[in-house]
């Protein structure tokens, strides 16, 4: 059964980057007909797509962000990251990794996700 | 970037009965090609992610109760559960996946509660 686990820290100081890693299990990131993909849900709101990576290192990034974000894949981990710049109160949420499939783009596999505070 | 609009914000439905959820894009997501909808719909409990129900507008996940289904096709589309049952009770969101590049985006989701 597949499984994926986001960690990082839980607390972030605005004007920082926050950066997240999401290690995948029970299955191998560089299978094809996959990407891997970060959402994000500020407190009492919407579901947010972030961005997504195929196992090539190729990406898609949601424009809105204004290119503070960055997606990477260690495929010798098994893991890919998000890394976030310049974050301020409202990159306050929970953040989720997911597989997506290359055909119907839906998000099937996430993980628990984790919340991130951007605070001083 | 397509806006998704789910109605309502929240509804209230006795347990057996059937409850309804709209979701509008504002453009079609029908893609002319394949005569595909790149829809898909999510349950979410709270403490938990979203869960996959319905893909390509009334493709049903592998595991998902036949109580769930999708329907709907260019720029409307509904989501059913007939028999309503407790462990229904989740907040429910639609997603496009039709943009290129892509650009995935989410209803702003829609509340259900057991009347």
């Known amino acids: 059964q597949l499984q994926l686990q986001e960690s990082g820290p839980g607390l972030v100081k605005p004007s920082e980057t926050l950066s997240l890693t999401c290690t995948v299990s029970?299955?191998?990131?560089?299978?094809?007909?996959?990407?891997w993909g970060w959402i994000r849900q500020p407190p009492g709101k919407g579901l947010e797509w972030i961005g997504s990576i195929y196992y090539t290192g190729s990406t898609d990034n949601n424009p809105s962000l204004k290119s503070r974000g960055t997606i990477s894949v260690d495929t010798s981990k098994n893991q890919f990251s998000l890394k976030l710049n310049s974050v301020t109160a409202a990159d306050t949420a929970v953040y989720y990794c997911a597989r997506h499939r290359v055909g119907a783009r839906v998000f099937d596999y996430w993980g628990q996700g984790t919340l991130v505070t951007v605070s001083s | 970037d397509i806006v998704m609009t789910q109605s309502p914000d929240s509804l209230a439905v006795s347990l057996g009965e059937r409850a309804t959820i709209n979701c509008k894009s504002s453009?079609?997501?029908?893609?002319?090609?394949?005569?595909?909808?790149?829809l898909a719909w999510y349950q979410k409990k709270p403490g938990q992610p979203p869960k996959l129900l319905i893909y390509?507008?009334?493709s049903r996940e592998s595991g998902v109760p036949d109580r769930f289904s999708g329907s709907g096709s260019g720029t409307d589309f509904t989501l059913t559960i007939s028999n309503l049952q407790a462990e229904d009770v989740a907040v429910y969101y639609c997603?496009?996946?039709?943009?290129?590049?892509?650009?995935?985006?989410f209803g702003q989701g829609t509340k259900l509660e057991i009347k």
């Open positions: 390509w507008a009334s």
């Open positions: 997603q496009q996946y039709y943009s290129t590049p892509p650009m995935y985006t």
């Open positions: 453009q079609s997501v029908l893609y002319s090609s394949t005569i595909k909808n790149y």
């Open positions: 029970g299955g191998s990131i560089g299978s094809s007909g996959y990407y």
